[in-house]
């Protein structure tokens, strides 16, 4: 049964709904991340299959093929439904960091 | 030998203290090669080596899910691909391995998402321990009255073994139960600051123990079992582990079959509710086609008693011979090592007969089991105390129960109702005990200890010595000298 989309997406959880924007298996979303964040971000296989499953069970993601010992699996509209919250979310909290970059305390102790 | 056998103990809040076990081995010559059990761990031999152990917690098995072989074999193969060698499984962990100095991902990545996996393994397992704790207490409450009062507690070995069980495993659940509860309380707030997960360093040396005394037990169950069955021939018992067998296999077919299919949530969850139907309606079926099969008895040309058997049948008491149905069961205990019953019954005059004898161990066990008895006779007078109750507050005398029962005449039935009602049940319930269970003062059957139990003296209990000896009757008069010649000449009591 589909879930609801949850509100905040971890780190790991964001970067494998990212790469099942294309059809892709276990170790190439694996590969996918570590060269998309240039090294920053690495993701372990008990991180991923974990993720995987409850994407699987939520309705995020669909498996595509099951081929010799390798699932492909891609995004879901529920997925991507939790990818644009997560990034309204994310686009949130960095104008809210512009804005204080910008030195807006005056404006806060005015504010009444 | 080419293989260890250890006992120890694998949760979701250990894990991390065995990774270090199994490098300490390894640097013995021992490579984890499988755990049965959470508790089982066998080794086999190597070379001995410095190696790095990863325990990852990866969910095999849910209620309703499994995974397939593929799935197991993708996993494992994603995972040597970053530089990990597969050592064993359980239901809920993967352990892998490398030499050390070699560079390898680590297979948990991130401390919120493992931390999510051990809060999901630890919810279902709290649930089951807490079920676990409510099925343990009645079956100690229920094994203890047998034990303590009951005669089957006392003839039947399997009371006895598991109520030696019984206290270890609610203690071991609630040791498990304070240490997830700790451990998810600390990491909870650990896991919102940012920080890594505190895995517990206790070490489990109860659980271990009650594993170890578990399988011990299992062992010597395995064995009355069969000794049961082979050697006693006692049909009961093979009868008895028929339903259980045909649930397990139900289950283990959901397991093979359902889990591991592409089958909607919803549908797997009806199949499971149907198998636990059949599961609790296999045993009622299977139990009542028995009781009725007992109940009718076996009509045979050759009688299936010898002359070893210490028995009374129907047909000892009539002068021509009626067609007579029988059965025989016999079991075995620590205290009481032989027994048997035997069950005669004839529809044409409608009667039956019972006959339980026993052998016990020592005299004083003997006597023990002869108080079993008498215990047993007060339970279906105790029945009626509601019955009396009503009719003492009511005025009502009735004579079945108040003069044949318990000769309380009708004047002293009224003189009871004045008083205190609770008093008056008391007195009423304590002269039909009296009055049914009585000793053979006039020493009518000469042996060590005779007690009528009942007030029809239909049902009587009989000692010689360490041997027992029960009877119960549809209508003979176990006072009667006639009845006392043939049964003491048939028992071999004289």
């Known amino acids: 049964m589909k879930k609801e989309t949850q509100k905040i997406l971890t780190q790991p959880m964001f970067y494998v709904l990212l790469s099942l924007k294309e059809v892709r298996h276990g170790y190439e979303i ?20 974990s993720l995987l499953s409850k994407f699987e069970e939520d309705g995020w993601i669909k498996m595509v093929s099951d081929y010799n ?44 | 030998m080419n293989f260890k056998i250890e006992n120890n103990y694998i949760s ?3 894990y991390p203290t065995l990774a270090k076990h199994f490098e ?27 190696l790095d152990f990863a325990i990852t917690p990866y969910i095999v098995e849910t209620q309703y899910s499994r995974k397939s072989k593929s799935e197991l074999e993708e996993f494992r193969s994603v995972c040597e691909s970053v530089g990990w060698n597969y050592a064993a499984k359980t239901t809920n962990f993967h352990i892998y391995y490398k030499e050390k100095g070699i560079e390898a991902l680590s297979l948990q990545t991130d401390t919120e998402e493992e931390f999510k996996i051990l809060e999901s393994i630890g919810k279902k397992h709290l649930s089951a321990l807490y079920f676990q704790i409510a099925m343990f207490l009645f079956l100690f409450w229920f094994n203890l009255q047998q034990l303590l009062t009951g005669v089957d507690g006392f003839k039947d070995a399997f009371p006895q073994l598991f109520f030696v069980l019984i206290p270890f495993f609610i203690l071991s659940s609630i040791i498990e139960i304070y240490h997830f509860k700790k451990f998810f309380k600390h990491n909870s707030t650990q896991i919102s600051l ?53 649930v397990f296999i139900s289950f283990f077919l959901y397991r093979i079959f359902v889990k591991p299919s592409r089958m909607p949530m919803k549908s797997k969850k009806r199949e499971l509710i149907f198998i636990l139907v059949l599961a609790t309606i296999i045993p009622v079926l299977f139990f009542s086609f028995l009781t009725m099969n007992l109940i009718n008895g076996k009509n045979e040309d050759n009688s299936i008693i010898s002359e070893d058997y210490k028995v009374i049948s129907i047909n000892d008491f009539t002068i021509e011979e009626v067609s007579e149905g029988e059965d025989l069961i016999r079991q075995s205990s620590l205290l009481v090592p032989v027994s048997y019953v035997y069950y005669s019954h ?23 089991l002869v108080n079993r008895y008498k215990n047993q006779a007060e339970i279906p007078i105790e029945w009626n105390r509601q019955e009396i109750e ?11 129960l108040f003069k044949r029962d318990a000769k309380i005449s009708e004047e002293e039935f009224n003189t009871l109702r004045k008083g205190d009602l609770k008093n008056a049940v008391e007195t009423a319930v304590r002269k039909m005990k009296d009055l049914a269970i009585i000793k053979d003062h006039e020493n009518l059957w000469d042996l060590d200890e005779v007690y009528f139990l009942n007030v029809n003296k239909s049902e009587i209990v009989l000692r010689q010595g ?12 176990f006072a009667d000298s006639e009845v006392i010649e043939i049964a003491k000449k048939k028992l071999d009591l004289n």
């Open chain 1, 30 to 49: 694996m590969q996918y991340v570590e060269w998309l964040t240039k090294g920053r971000v690495k993701i372990g296989p008990g991180t991923l299959y």
């Open chain 1, 69 to 112: 010992n390798k699932k492909t699996y891609k995004i879901d509209p529920l997925g991507e439904e939790a990818i644009v919250q997560e990034m309204e979310r994310l686009e949130l909290l960095l104008n809210d960091a512009a804005r204080v970059k910008e030195g807006n305390e005056d404006e806060f102790q005015n504010r009444k």
């Open chain 2, 12 to 14: 979701i809040i250990n």
């Open chain 2, 24 to 50: 300490k081995m390894a640097t013995k010559g021992w490579l984890i090669n499988k755990i049965y059990l959470g508790n089982l761990f066998i080794y086999k031999r190597i070379t001995p080596k410095n």
């Open chain 2, 194 to 246: 940012g920080e890594d997960i505190t895995f517990s360093r206790f070490n489990f040396r109860f659980n271990k123990f009650t594993f170890l005394l578990t399988s011990l037990i299992l062992v010597i169950f395995i064995i009355h079992l069969l000794y049961g069955v082979l050697f006693l021939e006692n049909t009961i018992l093979l009868y008895g582990v028929i339903p259980p067998l045909l």
């Open chain 2, 346 to 368: 004839s529809d044409k005059p409608y009667r039956n007969i019972t006959t339980e004898y026993s052998k016990a161990l020592t005299e004083d066990l003997a006597i023990t």
């Open chain 2, 390 to 400: 009503y009719f003492l507050k009511e005025g009502i005398y009735k004579e079945s």
């Open chain 2, 466 to 477: 360490k041997e027992v000896i029960f009877i119960e009757a549809s209508d003979l008069n």
